[in-house]
T-cell receptor, first 113, second 113 residues
Framework: NAGVMQNPRHLVRRRGQEARLRCSPM?????VYWYRQLPEEGLKFMVY????????ESGMPKERFSAEFPKEGPSILRIQQVVRGDSAAYFC???????????FGSGTRLTVV | SQQGEEDPQALSIQEGENATMNCSYK?????LQWYRQNSGRGLVHLIL?????REKHSGRLRVTLDTSKKSSSLLITASRAADTASYFC?????????????FGQGTRLTINP
C-alpha cells in the first residue's frame, strides 16, 4: 500500500522554464492538497482538488501557477516561466474524505537557477 | 495570515528533559494535528486531537487542546537526540468556504546529547 508519491524529488529549472510536479495520492483517496514550504518556514496552503475539480485555489498565485487532478492519473502542479522566488519545497497531501487522514508525500524540491 | 502561531520558534534542551511546544489559532476547528519534519524531509503525522477532546497521549507524546483559549500544546517526555526536528501544528478548519489544513510556522527543536 504505497503512500503519497511525488516526483520528481528534486527539480532544477532555469528562469523562464516550466516546472511540472506530480502527485499520486494514496489508493482510495480522492482529495488532494498542494502546499509550498520556503526554507525555515511552515507549509502554506496552495490548492485543494478533487477528481476533475478545483475546490479551493485561494492560496495559489494568480499568474503562472495552475493545478489539475484528472479523472485518470496523478495531480499536476504546473509553474510556468519560473522565477528564483519559486524555489521551494512543494508538498502534496491526500485524504479519503477531506477531513481526516491526511497523508503527505516526501515533497519535490524545486530549485530555480 | 497563518492560522497557527507556534511558540517558541526554537527550543534547545538536554537529552532526557521534557520539551513543550505551544500552538495558538484563530478560527473554530474540527481537529488539530501535530507533525514532525526532519531537516530536508517530508512531514510525519504524529497525533490528531478532535475539537471535543481535551487531551491525548501517544507513547512519549501528550497533546492538550483548549478550545476556549484556541490553543494546543505538545509535550515530548524523556527527549532523545532523534527527536531533533521541526514540529508543526495544523488546524483542520473551514476557511473561505472550504475545509483545509492550515499550518503554523513551526518550532525547531534541538536535543543536545
Amino acid at each position: 500500500n504505497a503512500g503519497v508519491m511525488q516526483n520528481p524529488r528534486h527539480l532544477v529549472r532555469r528562469r523562464g522554464q516550466e516546472a511540472r510536479l506530480r502527485c499520486s495520492p494514496m489508493k482510495g483517496h480522492s482529495h488532494v492538497y498542494w502546499y509550498r514550504q520556503l526554507p525555515e518556514e511552515g507549509l502554506k496552503f496552495m490548492v485543494y482538488l478533487q477528481k476533475e475539480n478545483i475546490i479551493d485555489e485561494s492560496g495559489m498565485p494568480k499568474e503562472r501557477f495552475s493545478a489539475e487532478f484528472p479523472k485518470e492519473g496523478p495531480s499536476i502542479l504546473r509553474i510556468q516561466q519560473v522565477v528564483r522566488g519559486d524555489s521551494a519545497a512543494y508538498f502534496c497531501a491526500s485524504s479519503p474524505s477531506g477531513h481526516y487522514g491526511y497523508t503527505f508525500g516526501s515533497g519535490t524540491r524545486l530549485t530555480v537557477v | 495570515s497563518q492560522q497557527g502561531e507556534e511558540d517558541p520558534q526554537a527550543l534547545s534542551i538536554q537529552e532526557g528533559e521534557n520539551a513543550t511546544m505551544n500552538c495558538s489559532y484563530k478560527t473554530s476547528i474540527n481537529n488539530l494535528q501535530w507533525y514532525r519534519q526532519n531537516s530536508g524531509r517530508g512531514l510525519v503525522h504524529l497525533i490528531l486531537i478532535r475539537s471535543n477532546e481535551r487531551e491525548k497521549h501517544s507513547g512519549r507524546l501528550r497533546v492538550t487542546l483548549d478550545t476556549s483559549k484556541k490553543s494546543s500544546s505538545l509535550l515530548i517526555t524523556a527527549s532523545r537526540a532523534a527527536d531533533t526536528a521541526s514540529y508543526f501544528c495544523a488546524t483542520d478548519s473551514l476557511i473561505q468556504g472550504a475545509q483545509k489544513l492550515v499550518f503554523g510556522q513551526g518550532t525547531r527543536l534541538t536535543i543536545n546529547p
